[in-house]
């Protein structure tokens, strides 16, 4: 039965207290979400039920922003909340069957302890860990890290290119037999079966091996986001999930083909790497109901919070300065996030939205797209954006936790169900087995098999 | 009743497969407990049924050695295992009381990401995590970390002394109650509560804030493990456990006496600082059965892991073109561990032992205190060295796990409680109330108090 009918995937995207900036001042939300373990271990447990293929999770290494004025009434920008390797590994030990991929940047980490927590994950959990690759394009991260500035784009991207090699190649120090740990003879490990790395790059020298065991899934599953140009080829060589932002179905579907159209070169299939856009859902019985519970969290939204959010979303460019009622004025390119910068001006511009219309447009789902509807109209747009190759799945973004998830766990998911779109039971009990992705076998087990 | 009487700290000692180096050799031994996570769940689970107050995790970011001959006889020497922070949270979540402690190096970290881990991690447990700071000594982790050579000894504690200050600092960005999170205001936190680090030092430069609010704990606990002479100023200055190596009485009195001795000048409390070496307990219902117990894991010792061992113990001297049955050879200073290359040079000349004793002296306990006997032998030393003011307490370390583990809590806590030495419940739920420290109120506070 599975894997005979190509099936959505789902992610939850988990952000404290959910993906609506002013989400923690709705009274049903669980304001100290950033610090509250037992908050989690229940979204887990519910998203593991409804049978989500993963749970994911952002990460900054810093508070995004120092306007005071602002953050001090937002629960977001990582002003406090748990390092996602600890909290995913805490709920690998309390759930079964759902995978759990954590954000992890590649400019102020080294690869070797990358590798290692993530292959360590692989095990805690038993084959269900994924690690999502991002650059920091943030200078709050950077001066936390002996940085006055975060490295500029290409910089980023090349030491990600070899990082991502790096802990590619560790995970590759062992195969899979390596251990016979055969009491007998006092052989703990075969010599044959261990490779160094000896790694010398231009921004890293690692020698190996890793000391961590061949992860259960062969490697913990490569989860990217970036959809610049090197951003594009980077995943096209090496990601096997792109988490991605689309507003619409002809953006999602350019960027659908255009990507999977990089895989052949790269040796790769198809079905190698899954596309799953960002989705932002408020579900109402009734359109009506929808409408009301969205506007409900927009009459939350600070000024200040919604104008500084916009801020750090359009590369740093103040806009305070300019009238929140006229138009976006033109922005200067800049060393951020550019694929990002070019989707909101291309909203504002598409919809001819003023200052404060944008940012109450994008307060909710922060570029991503976003749906407030009925099930049935939530279901529709899945499905078509589904099956004109515009996503392979989508990440869930729960407007507000936990009820944004329970909204979806109990209103959408059966609408899908009986469309035959989502499955009822986990076909495996791996994220590769229910991504529908190979288990990389070692390198040294293709030259056998070619031979 | 807590707290009246004093009592001893026991912490257990987890090497994966038990601390003796044939141990995974032994029948009843989990050989793949590098990577066996239900082996370390049940193992945890009987340490906070018994009682103890924290299980303690050592770490290497790389294999330590490249001797392939040696290395691939034995489970140790960080060939294959989790790392300790993804196990400990993981273990955080199926356990209520006991602590955690996870060793992690100040030569190859960012104290940002090192801070952020264990604040996450004491949310995560509820109050239940302590780093254990160690400085890295071993060339084979500096060369997964871009450098040639570990760094020297005394820069290398400079480093370290820097790195716990910028530790303590960020633990310290937030104060106890920054976070109202008024849903009616919407203050989320109160700037005024909130402190920037702005460090700027010879080894880092962080500015935070830390992104994780203040620690249940105030500052998880604080370990540390050198007895060299920086290694000892900075544990008087910082440290809250000493984990520590004695072969002798007089030895851990005089060790006691000096550090406790150091506390005054900054400030300390005699009882702010506990002292607990590690003992290795081979546990018999007579002294016959565990000295048979003890031969049994003796013989698994294959020569060239014995000799290698004690190679990389004695500064990387290569023993083996001297005889292995005479004395041992003068041997160099070293930049690596000058307390432990001292510390076994005593032992061998104070006990004339050959090159091959030696290495059977310390292929159980690695330079740690040895017991063979019976439960009241074993008893009766730890009380003596605990009345005798040469311990506050012990890390135990199992000779074979989970059996080891199993011996001492079935045989010797007994004989403990029965003599008013160890609890019968815990006192509290943090790991700081369980080892009686206080909890370190926020500068501000201190600030306010002395107003």
Redesign the interface.
Known sequence: MAGIRRQLKLGAFLYPTGHHIAA????LTQ??A??N?AHY?GLAQIAEAAKFDLIFLAD????RGDD?EA?????QR??????P???L??????TKNIGFVATASTS???P??IA??F???D??S?GRAGWNLVTSSSD?EA?????DEHYAHAERYERAEEFADVVLGLWDT?EEDA?P?N?QS??????QK?HILNHKGKH??????L???RAPQGHPVLVQAGSSEPGRELAARTAEVVFTAHQTIEDARAFYADLKGRLAKYGRDHDDLKIMPGIFPVVGRTREEAQRKFAELQD?V?PVVGLSMLNGMSGGVDLSQYPLDGPIPDLPETNGSKSRQKLLLDLARRENLTIRELYLRIAGARGHWQIVGTPIDIADQMEEWFRREAADGFNVMPPQLPTGLYDFVEHVLPELRRRGLFRNDYEGSTLRENLGLKVPLHPARHAVAAE
Not at 24 to 27: E, K
Not at 204 to 209: D, E, I, M, N, T
């Open positions: 923690w001042r709705h009274p304001a100290d950033g610090s373990f271990v900054g290494a810093g508070t005071t953050l001090h009434r937002t629960a990582y002003v406090a909340q748990f390092e390797i600890t909290l590994s805490a709920l690998a030990a309390v102020f980490n080294e070797y302890h290692r927590k292959a360590s994950l095990h805690i038993g709050h001066h936390n890290f002996g940085r062992w251990f740990r009491k006092g052989i703990y490990y075969d010599p261990q890293f020298k690692v020698r190996g091996p000391n961590v065991a939350l600070h």
